[in-house]
């Protein structure tokens, strides 16, 4: 994943490798790609060897190479940081399940990786030594699905990739082409599951009914293949000029539309975890979020919750925080506190905690 623009799934796999190189000990880690120059851009110990592994595409990488390579170095264990596990292993297991959307909403993807994942992460699942899911959420969605005993899933929460975080001088840096303040900023691809069309909704009935407020939507997120229905929202809103599509940003790119907005929304219908609030929070930015799935867990009371499927809940609450500098103040207060309680280094601890039990009852 890393280097593959892939957001939360490359962010998870890069910041993991970071936080175990800053733990204790002398393990030595394998660290399969077919790209390992991109690996080596991480700048992580010597302990971090990059293994190339061949071919490139994951029909054949993860069933056929992955496992030849694990034997080739003699690993004393895999660990699948997205989704699927290869069908046999010289050495035992562990996968990370980031969330089951592709159950819950599947014409969100392509028809290719709908199959892939419906078909082959319940043997994955069942063939792991231990199940790492990133929610408590998660966890019991792995539970009522797949009927995977508890004790084998391990929780370990993600965390906002270090850089994110107030800048003293954001004032004085560009905005991204086509931005101007003030905005209200959402991030996330343009797919069905991230509800950006009733956020469109949402925000143009907001404008009507606050003629005062003269500020942008901007949606920063690749566009996917069904991205359809945002368009369509967005023809219809009647606020069709003051919505910003800026596409995939880099993460300094990122880190300044954080510090700049007026207020983060993320009315995502599900989520495994859902990093962007706690980017936005690490950043001092206000978030109005989903009160669906993971959202509550993660965000807690630093967040104001609202349901998704109400475009007349989103507005009103956008509406609250753009009209209410103290609510706004102390959404910001909350919310650098709840980013702060999360680190990499936690979630690479407790990671590590996993490799050993299963290194320990092999």
């Known amino acids: 994943m890393v ?40 700048d992580l110990p010597a302990n971090f060897e990059p293994v190339r592994v061949w071919p490139a595409p994951s029909l054949i990488r993860i069933p056929v190479a992955t496992p030849i390579a694990v034997r080739r170095e003699k690993a004393d264990l895999l660990h699948m940081t997205t989704y699927v596990a290869p069908p046999w292993s010289p050495c035992p297991m562990v996968v990370t399940i980031h969330d089951l959307s592709f159950l819950e909403y599947p014409n969100a993807f392509s028809w290719r990786v709908r199959t892939m994942l419906t078909t082959l992460v319940p043997g994955s699942v069942k063939r792991a030594a231990r199940v790492i899911a990133v929610s408590e959420w998660t966890k019991q969605d792995l539970i009522r699905r797949f009927g995977v005993p508890p004790e084998k899933i391990a929780v370990t929460p993600e965390a906002p990739p270090p850089g994110f975080r107030p800048l003293p001088d954001a004032r004085r840096r560009p905005l991204p082409p086509g931005v101007e303040e003030p905005f209200v900023l959402a991030v996330g691809n343009l797919e069905p599951r991230k509800n950006l069309a009733r956020l469109i909704e949402a925000f143009g009935l907001a404008v009507r009914r606050e003629p005062g407020f003269s500020g942008q939507l901007v949606l920063v997120g690749k566009a996917q293949r069904r991205a359809g229905e945002v368009e369509r929202a967005v023809h219809e809103s009647g606020v069709e000029s003051r919505v910003v599509f800026t596409g995939f940003v880099s993460h300094d790119e990122l880190t300044l539309l954080y510090n700049r907005a007026s207020l983060f929304v993320y009315p995502s219908l599900y989520e495994g975890f859902g990093l962007p609030p706690l980017e936005a929070m690490a950043c001092g930015c206000p978030v109005l979020a989903s009160n669906a799935t993971a959202m509550p867990e993660v965000l807690g009371d630093a967040a104001l919750l609202v349901n998704p499927l109400s475009v007349e809940e989103m507005a009103k609450g956008m509406i609250a925080v753009l009209d209410q500098p103290e609510l706004a103040a102390g959404l910001r207060e909350k919310g650098l506190k709840r980013a702060a309680g999360y680190s990499w280094e936690a979630t690479a601890a407790r990671t590590r905690e996993v490799y050993a039990q299963v290194l320990a009852s092999r």
């Open 3 to 42: 280097g593959e623009r892939e957001t939360g799934n490359e962010t998870y796999t890069t910041n993991l490798l970071r936080g175990l190189a800053q733990q204790p000990g002398a393990d030595r880690y394998l660290c399969l790609s077919p790209h390992p120059a991109r690996l080596r851009a991480l």
